[in-house]
């Protein structure tokens, strides 16, 4: 079946600019995850989503970054008035279960943003 | 100091010969133990899962787990110019989130 999948692919923009970042998890998933990959560095947890719960912002860098999902499937991760520190690779992942035990995360291909 | 310590590399090594990997770890609590393995523009992938202390192997790779030395390591056998790609160890305890290594990049030449 379909993975988990995101877009763009690649995004360049300005610093200051407001960003979209999408992902579709896999169908029935109800978990779900931002993460960001900067180079050298392991994966930073942004955001968490489980079913109807509140979602777990905790990762959240500054108040610059926020995220929603809709409907329990789709989510997006805006980042707003970017800065060059924001360049990364964002990551979503997703998992049939709540982070317990057995929890296996898919991920996505990524986001490669470039904040010039 | 991070919870998870992993060596970036890059690890270079010639086909056929097995590739170590390894990372520690500060957390006790850490239960359940992952490799991902990272392709080159790709999301990372599941690659081994063990619980608690001890050995799995599956096919051409053995995952360690020493929870005494909060140590685990990742070896692969014969290793192939396919098996190039960045490994990254994930941790998390019974309930919480997966705490992940910086990745290795490891690189196998013909």
């Known amino acids: 079946g379909a993975g988990v999948s995101q877009s763009p692919s690649n995004k360049v923009t300005e610093k200051g600019k407001d960003v979209e970042l999408r992902c579709d998890p896999i169908?029935?998933?109800?978990?779900l995850y931002w993460y960001r990959q900067s180079l050298g560095q392991g994966l930073e947890f942004l955001i968490y989503?489980?079913?109807?719960?509140?979602?777990?912002k905790s990762g959240l860098p500054s108040d610059r970054f926020s995220a929603e999902r809709t409907g329990g499937s789709v989510s997006t991760l805006t980042i707003q008035r970017t800065q060059q520190e924001d360049s990364a690779v964002y990551l979503c992942?997703?998992?049939?279960?709540?982070?317990?035990?057995?929890?296996?995360?898919?991920f996505g291909p990524g986001t490669r943003l470039l904040v010039l | 100091q991070k919870e998870v310590e992993q060596d970036p590399g890059p690890l270079s090594v010639p086909e056929g010969a097995i590739v170590s990997l390894n990372c520690t770890y500060s957390n006790s609590a850490f239960q359940y133990f992952m490799w991902y393995r990272q392709y080159s523009r790709k999301g990372p992938e599941l690659l081994m899962y063990t619980y608690s202390s001890g050995n799995k192997e599956d096919g051409r790779f053995t995952a360690q787990v020493d929870k005494s030395s909060k140590y685990i390591s990742l070896f692969i056998r014969d290793s192939q110019p396919s098996d190039s790609a960045t490994y990254l160890c994930a941790m998390k305890p019974s309930w919480g989130k997966l705490q992940f290594g910086a990745g290795t990049q490891v690189v196998v030449t013909p």
């Open positions: 992942a997703s998992s049939l279960r709540p982070p317990t035990d057995e929890e296996t995360q898919y």
């Open positions: 989503f489980q079913g109807n719960s509140a979602p777990d």
């Open positions: 169908s029935g998933h109800t978990a």
